[in-house]
């Protein structure tokens, strides 16, 4: 167990809506990260927050957004969903923002837009 | 369209034999390498890291080596037991951020 945590395991919805992923950090980490992990693509960095701003962007498409809150959880939306949106999404939490630090994973949640 | 998944490069060897997966990143500049075990349905998990002043590092049953020349990592396991299945990533960081950018991945099967 990483101490990473993620909600919900499993997401089923329709083509059009929009969905909440939701991760608490590991205790004590200020960091975190959210990557996508599709058949076609493998596993893809969207997004970084640190203590609660935003940090790095990676392959993030403008209808997914996040956010961090003081109490260090994250949330990452998934707005206008389409069928290859369906994915693993998977949230990593790390102490520090320089590079070099650890990332721990959580186990995931599954998205299916049907 | 018709969805193609990643052909990743697969690995079997006998329980008891010694595994040894191989990695090449990217970036020149990266400092800092993890390899991730990840079994089907769950996340990725920490094995092992090393930096770039670093050619070797051991843990418990497994070694990774460095070769920043020819940009190449590899992870070795000894005594490769049937839990150890799984698809392995090599994952690199370029600093000065700390996102981690993840190969594709090589399946993992241990024969009993």
């Known amino acids: 167990d990483s101490g990473v945590t993620q909600t919900p395991k499993h997401l089923i919805t329709a083509t059009g809506q929009r969905v909440t992923l939701r991760c608490s950090p590991r205790?004590?980490?200020?960091?975190v990260y959210w990557y996508q992990q599709s058949l076609d693509q493998g596993l893809q960095f969207l997004i970084q927050?640190?203590?609660?701003?935003?940090?790095a962007k990676g392959n993030i498409l403008e209808r997914f957004s996040a956010q961090q809150f003081p109490d260090l959880h994250s949330e990452l939306n998934l707005s206008s969903l389409e069928l290859g949106d369906s994915a693993l999404y998977f949230c990593?939490?790390?102490?520090?923002?320089?590079?070099?630090?650890?990332?721990?994973f959580g186990p995931g949640t599954r998205l299916t837009v049907l | 369209g018709e969805s193609v998944g990643l052909h990743l490069p697969t690995l079997s060897v006998q329980e008891g034999d010694n595994s040894i997966i191989n990695c090449a990143y990217s970036?020149?500049?990266?400092?800092?390498f993890i390899w991730y075990k990840q079994e089907s349905g769950k996340g990725p998990q920490f094995i092992i890291d090393?930096?770039?002043?670093?050619d070797k590092r051991q843990g418990q049953r497994v070694t990774v080596l460095l070769n920043k020349t020819v940009k190449h990592l590899s992870l070795q396991i000894a005594a490769t037991q049937p839990g150890d299945s799984a698809v392995y990533f090599c994952?690199?960081?370029?600093?000065?951020?700390?996102?981690?950018?993840f190969g594709t991945g090589t399946s993992l099967t241990v024969i009993p």
């Open positions: 990593a939490s790390s102490s520090g923002l320089a590079g070099g630090t650890t990332q721990y």
């Open positions: 205790s004590g980490d200020l960091s």
């Open positions: 927050y640190y203590n609660g701003e935003e940090r």
């Open positions: 970036n020149s500049a990266s400092d800092y």
């Open positions: 090393i930096r770039s002043n670093m």
């Open positions: 994952a690199e960081n370029t600093p000065p951020g700390n996102q981690f950018y």
